[in-house]
């Protein structure tokens, strides 16, 4: 009774959550005789240039062919993000005896999931259809086509523009493993519709989805393999700090294999085999669900772009300048559907620079961004600006402070001390070129930094940045600190022993 009551909870909310995002009974407008802007897709970038825009007085017209808010809200930050913090608190409870709890937790899976879509159902009138219409844009749902340069159709009716957004984002791609295609898999477009935890789960991709999931699903008690082409996870961040969550997932209880293949996939009586090829020999795993997180395509396909004059690649996507202009001048693209790097918050900031340089003669750059980032495993990895690597490839000499986060007060309070951070400055001053933070909520400390490179505050200043105390973020006035000590050369230190000499 309680699971068929759960069930119906769970309907409840995806209901709620479909009449914001996809009414069934809506109806869409007689068209404009011109618009100033047509956006094309409803995700973050979407919604944020298509509210900015009408707020500013232009005449705004928006289409969605599937859900409004796009993968935030339905399949991305929004529904993973209330299912990680669960799993967080999971495993806060795992570590309860190490504070002198003894109280035994257990996680109730489809409680969690049904929590996740109560909020998500919550969230979703902040992107609803008719919230949209209320700001005085047009809202159609349904597939638009280009029909010329400055003209789309949209259900049998004409749209014409004069400035026009493509931002219809990106999909889960699927890798060409024999066997995968004719076995049901999840992706992140389906992994949230689970109401019952899987026993045994293979997760193909160690990158931030797969990382994130893999340690949040073992934290509920499903028994975990992440599966990774590469010989180590989180391929794109700082080595160190990629080496630090890798021992809290295997801490955790995840089978990590890292510079495996996966040879094939098929089914048995019992659920599904993943057979690996694994330093020289085979081996066969069998699972219950398959999670796929292993890379992302862009969506180009169907609207056409070809007859609008708009440039793309299938694996790239939408190809645009450092003005986020395609190769239509009157068209401009945002987000995933043109960017290598996919956040939300990107996706934000290129919905803004668009405004400005379609509607009002802008010459804003994507290229000036200072772009933060955050996984969200335990503990998290946040990164801005550039790494070594980076600055090497670059030819910029660095001096690089680390902080680790066992000598941060907090954190040892908290018992958070697996961590570190570190911030990169150009050589011979305190020029922040670069940081990356490992922490239990190197997310929220990372936007210090981040407003640092922007506002091009040194470390020297932040140094006379009083910081609450306790918190984590001191590690960031720790680092600060260590520099200003590296200004104190032999000469100024004499200087100084005169100098106190003397007012003795």
Same mark, same amino acid.
């Given at each position: 009774?309680?699971?068929?009551?759960?069930?119906?909870?769970?309907?409840?909310?995806?209901?709620?959550?479909?009449?914001?995002?996809?009414?069934?009974?809506?109806?869409?407008?007689?068209?404009?005789?011109?618009?100033?802007?047509?956006?094309?897709?409803?995700?973050?970038?979407?919604?944020?240039?298509?509210?900015?825009?009408?707020?500013?007085?232009?005449?705004?017209?928006?289409?969605?062919?599937?859900?409004?808010?796009?993968?935030?809200?339905?399949?991305?930050?929004?529904?993973?993000?209330?299912?990680?913090?669960?799993? /967080?608190?999971?495993?806060?409870?795992?570590?309860?005896?190490?504070?002198?709890?003894?109280?035994?937790?257990?996680?109730?899976?489809?409680?969690?999931?049904?929590?996740?879509?109560?909020?998500? =159902?919550?969230?979703?009138?902040?992107?609803?259809?008719?919230?949209?219409?209320?700001?005085?844009?047009?809202?159609?749902?349904?597939? =638009?086509?280009?029909?010329?340069?400055?003209?789309?159709?949209?259900?049998? #009716?004409?749209?014409?523009?004069?400035?026009?957004?493509?931002?219809?984002?990106?999909?889960?791609?699927?890798?060409?493993?024999?066997?995968?295609?004719?076995?049901?898999?999840?992706?992140?477009?389906?992994?949230?519709?689970?109401?019952?935890?899987?026993?045994?789960?293979?997760?193909?991709?160690?990158?931030?989805?797969?990382?994130?999931?893999?340690?949040?699903?073992?934290?509920?008690?499903?028994?975990?393999?992440?599966?990774?082409?590469?010989?180590?996870?989180?391929?794109?961040?700082?080595?160190?700090?990629?080496?630090?969550?890798?021992?809290? $997932?295997?801490?955790?209880?995840?089978?990590?294999?890292?510079?495996?293949?996966?040879?094939?996939?098929?089914?048995?009586?019992?659920?599904?085999?993943?057979?690996?090829?694994?330093?020289?020999?085979?081996?066969?795993?069998?699972?219950?669900?398959?999670?796929?997180?292993?890379?992302?395509?862009?969506?180009?396909?169907?609207?056409?772009?070809?007859?609008?004059?708009?440039?793309?690649?299938?694996?790239?996507?939408?190809?645009?300048?450092?003005?986020?202009?395609?190769?239509?001048?009157?068209?401009?693209?945002?987000?995933?559907?043109?960017?290598?790097?996919?956040?939300?918050?990107?996706?934000?900031?290129?919905?803004?620079?668009?405004?400005?340089?379609?509607?009002?003669?802008?010459?804003?750059?994507?290229?000036?961004?200072?772009?933060?980032?955050?996984?969200?495993?335990?503990?998290? $990895?946040?990164?801005?600006?550039?790494?070594?690597?980076?600055?090497?490839?670059?030819?910029?000499?660095?001096?690089?402070?680390?902080?680790?986060?066992?000598?941060?007060?907090?954190?040892?309070?908290?018992?958070?001390?697996?961590?570190? =951070? #570190?911030?990169?400055?150009?050589?011979?001053?305190?020029?922040?070129?670069?940081?990356?933070?490992?922490?239990?909520?190197?997310?929220?400390?990372?936007?210090?930094?981040?407003?640092?490179?922007?506002?091009?505050?040194?470390?020297?200043?932040?140094?006379?940045?009083?910081?609450?105390?306790?918190?984590?973020?001191?590690?960031?006035?720790?680092?600060?600190?260590?520099?200003?000590?590296?200004?104190?050369?032999?000469?100024? #230190?004499?200087?100084?022993? /005169?100098?106190?000499?003397?007012?003795?």
């Amino acid at each position: 009774m309680a699971d068929a009551s759960r069930r119906a909870s769970a309907d409840e909310y995806d209901a709620r959550l479909l009449a914001n995002v996809r009414p069934e009974d809506w109806i869409n407008p007689e068209p404009a005789p011109r618009y100033n802007l047509l956006v094309i897709g409803a995700g973050t970038a979407g919604l944020v240039a298509a509210a900015g825009a009408a707020g500013l007085g232009a005449r705004v017209a928006l289409v969605e062919r599937r859900l409004m808010g796009g993968d935030c809200l339905n399949f991305g930050c929004v529904p993973s993000k209330a299912l990680i913090h669960a799993a /967080r608190v999971c495993g806060e409870s795992n570590h309860a005896l190490s504070y002198g709890i003894t109280t035994a937790q257990h996680a109730d899976f489809g409680a969690v999931m049904e929590r996740m879509r109560r909020v998500r =159902a919550e969230l979703s009138a902040n992107d609803s259809a008719a919230r949209f219409k209320s700001l005085g844009v047009d809202v159609f749902l349904g597939e =638009a086509r280009f029909v010329g340069r400055a003209a789309a159709e949209v259900g049998g #009716k004409r749209l014409n523009f004069s400035r026009a957004l493509v931002a219809t984002g990106a999909r889960p791609a699927s890798p060409p493993i024999p066997g995968l295609a004719e076995t049901r898999f999840l992706t992140n477009e389906t992994v949230f519709s689970l109401t019952e935890l899987p026993r045994r789960l293979a997760v193909i991709g160690a990158g931030p989805i797969g990382c994130e999931l893999a340690q949040a699903f073992r934290r509920f008690g499903s028994e975990v393999w992440l599966l990774e082409a590469l010989e180590q996870i989180l391929a794109r961040e700082d080595r160190d700090a990629a080496a630090i969550v890798e021992r809290a $997932i295997v801490g955790d209880g995840v089978e990590l294999i890292a510079g495996c293949k996966v040879a094939s996939i098929g089914r048995t009586a019992a659920g599904r085999v993943v057979r690996l090829e694994y330093r020289g020999a085979n081996r066969e795993i069998e699972v219950d669900e398959i999670l796929v997180t292993a890379g992302r395509a862009p969506n180009v396909e169907g609207m056409g772009l070809e007859a609008a004059g708009v440039e793309y690649d299938r694996k790239s996507g939408v190809r645009v300048d450092d003005y986020l202009q395609t190769s239509n001048p009157h068209i401009f693209a945002a987000g995933d559907v043109c960017s290598a790097l996919q956040f939300t918050h990107l996706s934000d900031a290129h919905a803004r620079i668009v405004i400005r340089n379609a509607l009002f003669f802008g010459r804003d750059r994507a290229s000036r961004l200072t772009i933060p980032w955050c996984i969200f495993t335990d503990p998290e $990895i946040a990164h801005v600006g550039l790494s070594e690597a980076e600055a090497a490839r670059r030819g910029i000499a660095v001096r690089t402070f680390t902080q680790e986060m066992n000598a941060v007060d907090r954190a040892v309070l908290d018992g958070e001390t697996a961590g570190m =951070a #570190k911030v990169h400055v150009r050589e011979g001053t305190d020029q922040i070129v670069g940081a990356t933070i490992v922490a239990a909520h190197a997310g929220e400390i990372i936007s210090e930094l981040t407003l640092a490179i922007a506002a091009g505050i040194g470390l020297g200043r932040i140094a006379g940045v009083i910081h609450p105390y306790p918190t984590q973020a001191e590690a960031i006035k720790k680092i600060a600190d260590a520099y200003n000590r590296t200004r104190l050369t032999p000469p100024r #230190k004499r200087l100084l022993a /005169r100098l106190l000499a003397w007012r003795r």
